[in-house]
Every structure is written in structure tokens, then in C-alpha cells.
């Protein structure tokens, strides 16, 4: 009753969504054990008293069980149960004398005391040894003990005349010896009455014993059985524990984990702005270098349009050459190195600063020499005009070398927005990547929170499923309701139905075109026949015997051959009658000498059963006649004769009826040699 109250404030199976829930169901389910185990200790304690109560009337029967046992004098044993260790409440904290293997310590006041005691225990003894009374009144009347002579209990007085074993009596001391023996009789008589009520009354108590156990054995399996249902019980109670922690540590570690991948998505974030930030921040840098780095292309080009627009006039027909000169670079070639290596490739010893910082080598100045196989300037050349020309291509010199400076910085800053560009993408893959398994997690952890484990008690017999054929893994199995069931089973029916009568359909037309195709065949077999049998007919050979037999001329010899087929036919079956004659006249001597073998083996049979009884009775005989010379008494003498003359008589009796057997075989095999009234005589005599 108790623990069906307590179960009623278990949470119900649907109402474990949440954690606190989940816990004090644990708390709940954890006393539901405790309480269930503490009742059925109960009950145990209570078969431990009773058992001891039944040990108690045991032990009370055993007593007069084992005085009748003395009393009678046998040999037998008792039925004594007892308590086993395990039965006694704290039986595991308790030590015995004999588990202790050192000697036990004693205190200098404790031993004194065991001297004391031993000391006065001694001087009592002592006291005793000089005058027991109560021994010597033991003595005096009871013999010295306790017990009871048995045989005062008759009430017959057995005392034995001195004269019994004497061999001259007198007719007074006779009689005196038949009273004692009457007496004794009697006394005897008497015993036997009492050990037959004392064996009686040691078979009740007996009974009695088996029953008190038999009753107590029927107590135990009572408590067996409850003991199991008990089990069953706190077993299926500690799963739901089992289950319940589960969940729990599972919700745990998942929170965990959440926690974790929210922190990794934090920090993916925060990546994902920083190196957003910085793209952003690079390309506005990029954009106004570009615009620079343009803009002084642009003038660049324009100094390429300043030359013809300045110097082309004035040049005149040398502005051909002069524009050789404009776009010819001369750069310092590498010096040769020592064998050291220590001599620069250059006498300009910033030249490592420069290429480090992206700068390229400046050409050397021109001397204004024409080109190879023109010459020199020609004379007509205005030395105004070659001055400017100089300026005007130191300044594009310099332009160019910015140009080209500019230019590979653009292809650094162009490089380190790349680089940017995938540090971006990577931050955001790891930010897209963080972001899909705490979605996964958290989805996970909802489904997990409502995907509650449902116990069901199932009756034996009830699973019609196969387990064989159901897989071990079924995380994805899930409840349907059996009326979902069934109205899907009844559309999947229907449907199944009318599939049916769609193929019996298609069957039946399929049947129809594979007869139509059938009936084409034959009748196209049944063409090509008549078509042959047509052509046979044109081209067959026409001979005389054949116009004869067409014109009905041949009807003689066919009668003649017929005549002579039916003459075979007869002659055929007069051998055949010849031969089935001849073949049953030898199945009938087959038969004959069958039956006369029979009667040869039938007479063997009997001569030797008439030898084996001849020389059984052969046997007999001599073993009679061994007995004789050995016997001593007449009675078995003549007993052994009467049993020789009925063994004799036998074998005349057997003789005499196998005279007349052979008599009969005798009459019997003269009637086939030569007639016999014998039979005869006999039937009109009524014999």
C-alpha cells in the first residue's frame, strides 16, 4: 500500500521534459527501491521469526523423539534446522573466536580478574570434593541416575528362580520354572506392545516434523516468489534511474559542448569583423593608390606627346633619331666579382636599400651618341634644342622609374588583398562551420529533451514481431497509433485490390493476343501443308500399279493378302494356346513339387522335435537317476519316481499319437499307387 501511494507521486513519462524534473524523479524513483526493499525486508525478518518459532516446536518434538529412540535402541537420525550465518541481522560485522589468529590482549585488570575467578572456582571445587550430598543421594536411590528403568513400566515382576538352569528339579521348582516362563511370555508380550506404540508414536512425530516443515517450505516459495516480483520491480525502477541519469549526463555534456561552440563561434566572429574591418580599410587604401598610381601613367604618356609636340619642328628631319634616343636605356652592367665575393655588383652603395625597398636601378646618362652605324649628330643640330632634349628625357627617365615603382607596389598591395580577401574567407567558413554545429547541437539537444524513453510492461506472447529479423540498432524507430495503422493497411489493401483486377486484366487481353497470334500460326502451318501436299501430288510419278489402284482394279489381291494375314493370324494364336497349355502344365508340377517338399520339410521338423524331447527327457532321467544315487530321503526319492513314470507315460502318450500320424501318411501315400477302399469303407461305416 505504501509503496503504491508513493508511486502515485512519480512524475508521468511525459512530464520529463525538463531537468528539474528529471532529477527529483531520480529522488523519487530511488525511495520507491528503498521503500520496496524495505518492505519485503520486513517480511523476510518476519520468516526468520517464524522460522525460529518452528525450529522451536522442532526441537520440542525432537525431544520425545530422541527418548523414544534410546528407549528403543536403534540407530537414527534426527531432523534439527537451524539458522544459517546469513540469516542473523549484522551477521557480516560480527567476528568469531576462530577468525582471530593472535591471542587476545588482556589488561593487568583483566587478568587479575580471570586469576580471582579462577581462584574461587577452585576452592568450591575443593569444598565439594569432601561431602556431595546430592551425589550420594543419587547413588543411594536411584543408582546413580536419572533415567527410569523400562522394565518397571510393564507391571510384570521377572524374578528368575535360582533353580531355572538346574537339571534335577523337583514337581514344586518345575512348576515355579513354567510361572517364570509364563511370565516372561507375558513380559515379552508386553515389550512388543510397548515398541509397537513406541514406534507409532515415533511415526507420528515424525509426520508431525515433516509437516511443521512442509508448511514452513511452503512459507519460503511464497516469499521466493514475492522476492522475485520484488526484484522485478526495483530492477525495472533502477532503469528508469539508469535512463533518467543518462539523459541527464547526456544534457550535460551537450550543454558542454554548446557552450564550447558558442564560445568558438564568438571568437569566429569576432575574426570574421576583424578581417572584414581590414579588407574594408585595405581597399579604400588600394582605390586612392590606384588613382595615384594612374594619374601618374597618365603623365607619363603625356611626356611622349610633349617631345613631338615641342621638338618636332624644330628637329626637323633628326627627330627620328631623336626619339631612338628617347626610348634608349642604358642601365649600369653588373660589375665582374673578386674570387672572394666581397666586391659589389654595383658602385652605388645604397643599390641594396633600393631594390629592398622596390626601387630600380637609374640608367646611366647618355652622351648622346647616335645610334649604332648612323654616325654622329649632324651638325645642323641646335644645341638648344639637344639641351632640352636632355632635360626632357632626365624627366621622363624619372618618371618612368616612379612608374615602375608605383607599379610594383600595386602588385604587393594587389598580393596583400588577396591574402586578406582568403583569411576572410577562411574566418568565414569557420564562422559558417561554428554556426552549423551549434544549430545541429542545439536542434540535438531539443529533440533529445522530448525524445523521452517510455517503459512498457509487454505480456509474454504479446510481441508478434520476429526477433530475428529485427536489427539490434533502433534509434530511429518510433510510435504510431494502431488506428494510423490499420487505415493505412486498408488503403494499401484497396489499392493491392485493384492492382489485382488491372493485371487479371492485362492478363486476360495479353491471353486473347497470344491466342489470335496462335490461330494465325496454325492456320499458316495448315497453308504451308496444303501447299506441299499440292506439290506432292503434281510431281508424284504415275506407274500402272498405282492407275490400277486409282481405277479400283486391285480388290483380288488385297482379299488374297488379307486371306493369308488372317491364316497367320490363327496359326499365331494356335501356338500361343499351345504354349499357355504347356506353361500351366508346368507351373502345376512346379506346385506339386513344392507341396511335396513342404511335407518332406514338415516331417524333419517333427523328427526333430520328437529327438529334442527324446533327448529331453533323456536329460531328465539321468538327473533323476543322479538324484537318486545322491539322495538321502525317501520322500524326495519317491517324489523324483512319480515325476520319472508321468515323464514316461508323457513320451508313450507323444509316441503313440505320432504312430498314428504316420499311419495316416502311410494310408495316404498308398492311394496314389494303387486304388484304396479304405476311405470309402470308412464313410458308409460313419466312421
Known amino acids: 500500500a505504501a509503496s503504491k501511494g508513493q508511486g502515485r507521486l512519480l512524475y508521468s ?352 646618362p647618355l652622351d648622346l651618341p647616335w645610334p649604332d652605324g648612323l654616325g654622329s649628330i649632324p651638325e645642323d643640330l641646335d644645341p638648344e634644342v639637344v639641351e632640352r632634349f636632355e632635360g626632357m628625357r632626365e624627366r621622363k627617365i624619372d618618371m618612368e622609374i616612379e612608374v615602375k615603382r608605383m607599379a610594383n607596389r600595386l602588385l604587393q598591395l594587389n598580393q596583400r588583398l588577396s591574402e586578406l580577401l582568403a583569411v576572410h574567407e577562411d574566418s568565414q567558413a569557420q564562422y559558417q562551420m561554428a554556426q552549423d554545429e551549434l544549430r545541429r547541437l542545439q536542434d540535438e539537444g531539443e529533440s533529445e529533451q522530448y525524445d523521452l524513453v517510455m517503459l512498457f510492461k509487454v505480456k509474454q506472447g504479446t510481441v508478434e514481431i520476429d526477433m530475428e529479423t529485427v536489427m539490434d540498432e533502433a534509434s530511429d524507430g518510433a510510435m504510431v497509433e494502431v488506428g494510423s495503422i490499420n487505415t493505412l493497411n486498408t488503403a494499401v489493401r484497396a489499392l493491392g485490390k485493384e492492382k489485382v483486377v488491372t493485371m487479371g486484366e492485362t492478363k486476360d487481353f495479353k491471353s486473347k493476343i497470344h491466342a489470335t497470334n496462335w490461330d494465325i500460326e496454325c492456320l499458316d502451318f495448315k497453308a504451308e501443308e496444303v501447299a506441299d501436299n499440292t506439290r506432292f501430288y503434281q510431281l508424284l510419278w504415275v506407274t500402272k500399279d498405282l492407275q490400277a489402284t486409282i481405277k479400283g482394279g486391285d480388290e483380288g489381291r488385297k482379299a488374297a493378302e488379307n486371306a493369308t494375314l488372317e491364316k497367320q493370324m490363327k496359326h499365331c494364336k494356335k501356338l500361343h494356346d499351345l504354349k499357355v497349355e504347356d506353361m500351366k502344365k508346368r507351373l502345376f508340377k512346379g506346385h506339386k513339387q513344392i507341396r511335396e517338399k513342404e511335407l518332406e520339410n514338415g516331417k524333419l521338423d517333427e523328427y526333430v522335435q520328437d529327438l529334442a524331447v527324446s533327448v529331453a527327457q533323456r536329460e531328465k532321467i539321468i538327473r533323476v537317476r543322479e538324484s537318486d544315487a545322491n539322495a538321502v530321503d525317501d520322500d524326495e526319492y519317491k517324489m523324483q519316481e512319480i515325476v520319472w513314470r508321468r515323464l514316461v507315460l508323457e513320451e508313450a502318450r507323444q509316441q503313440s499319437e505320432d504312430i498314428a500320424i504316420l499311419k495316416a501318411e502311410v494310408d495316404r501315400l498308398r492311394q496314389r499307387t494303387f486304388p484304396s477302399f479304405a476311405k470309402s469303407w470308412q464313410a458308409r461305416n460313419g466312421l
Request: charged share 40%.
Open 13 to 364: 513519462h511525459l512530464e520529463l521534459s525538463k531537468r528539474e524534473t528529471r532529477i527529483n524523479q531520480v529522488e523519487l524513483l530511488r525511495d520507491q527501491i528503498r521503500r520496496v526493499r524495505s518492505s519485503f525486508n520486513v517480511l523476510v525478518r518476519q520468516l526468520v521469526k517464524d522460522k525460529g518459532a518452528e525450529i522451536d516446536k522442532v526441537e520440542e518434538k525432537n525431544v520425545r523423539l530422541q527418548e523414544i529412540i534410546d528407549e528403543l535402541q536403534v540407530q537414527e537420525g534426527l531432523t534439527r534446522p537451524s539458522h544459517a550465518a546469513c540469516e542473523q541481522e549484522g551477521w557480516q560485522l560480527r567476528v568469531e573466536d576462530a577468525e582471530i589468529k593472535v591471542e587476545k590482549y588482556l589488561s593487568a585488570a583483566e587478568r587479575a580478574e580471570a586469576e580471582r575467578a579462577r581462584a574461587e572456582e577452585e576452592e568450591r571445587r575443593k569444598a565439594n570434593e569432601g561431602d556431595d550430598q546430592i551425589v550420594r543421594a543419587l547413588g543411594d536411590m536411584m543408582g546413580g541416575t536419572l533415567e527410569v528403568k523400562r522394565e518397571t513400566d510393564v507391571g510384570v515382576d521377572l524374578d528368575k528362580p535360582d533353580f531355572y538352569d538346574g537339571e534335577d528339579l523337583t514337581e514344586e521348582q518345575q512348576k515355579q520354572c513354567r510361572e517364570y516362563e509364563r511370565r516372561l511370555q507375558i513380559y515379552e508380550e508386553e515389550l512388543e506392545k510397548h515398541r509397537r506404540a513406541l514406534e507409532t508414536e515415533a511415526k507420528k512425530i515424525r509426520g508431525e516434523v515433516q509437516a511443521v516443515l512442509d508448511a514452513f517450505d511452503a512459507k519460503l516459495h511464497a516469499v521466493a516468489d514475492e522476492k522475485l516480483v520484488v526484484d522485478a520491480e526495483a530492477y525495472q525502477y533502477e532503469l528508469q534511474v539508469t535512463l533518467l541519469l543518462d539523459s541527464l549526463v547526456k544534457e550535460e555534456d551537450l550543454a558542454l559542448h554548446i557552450t564550447r561552440l558558442q564560445k568558438r563561434a564568438d571568437a569566429a566572429q569576432l575574426d570574421l569583423q576583424s578581417a572584414g574591418t581590414n579588407v574594408e580599410a585595405f581597399r579604400e587604401e588600394l582605390d586612392a593608390f590606384r588613382e595615384v598610381y594612374e594619374t601618374l601613367l597618365n603623365d607619363d604618356r603625356q611626356q611622349d606627346k610633349a617631345l613631338r609636340r615641342e621638338l618636332a619642328d624644330e628637329a626637323g628631319p633628326n627627330f627620328d633619331a631623336l626619339q631612338r634616343l628617347w626610348r634608349k636605356r642604358t642601365y649600369p652592367a653588373a660589375l665582374e666579382g673578386s674570387p672572394g665575393g666581397d666586391q659589389p655588383a654595383t658602385l652605388d652603395p645604397f643599390s641594396a636599400e633600393r631594390e629592398a625597398e622596390g626601387e630600380l636601378p637609374r640608367p646611366e
